[in-house]
Nanobody, 110 residues
């Protein structure tokens, strides 16, 4: 199983970024894909997930601002992040079945 996360960067508060997570080596349609984040000095947080049943779930801190979606043809899960805040600054990781991709840094400047 391999998960590759892309799309992090530096953005001003109020801006947007889209993260991508390409998943290979697993039955993409039948697995829940999770986005987590970890800020310096803080515990890792589950941000959003896309379940095998087609539902999506979000942490309260990102509801209404982040949207998770799947592209089955590309085996990719996206995390569209809008109205970004400095407190969204963290390393973002995608994970499935306890397999983790390398994180991608998101930095939001005030």
């Amino acid at each position: 199983v391999q998960l590759q996360a892309f799309g992090g960067g530096l953005v001003q508060a109020g801006g947007s970024l889209r993260l991508s997570c390409k998943a290979t080596g697993l039955a993409f349609a039948y697995n829940t894909i999770n986005w987590h984040r970890q800020a310096p000095g803080k515990q890792r947080e589950l941000v959003a997930n896309s379940t095998s049943g087609g539902s999506t779930n979000y942490a309260d801190s990102v509801k209404g601002r982040f949207t998770i979606s799947r592209d089955y043809a590309r085996r990719t899960v996206y995390l569209q992040m809008n109205s970004l805040k400095p407190e969204d600054t963290a390393v973002y990781y995608c994970e499935a079945r306890d397999f983790w991709g390398r994180g991608t840094q998101v930095t939001v400047s005030s």
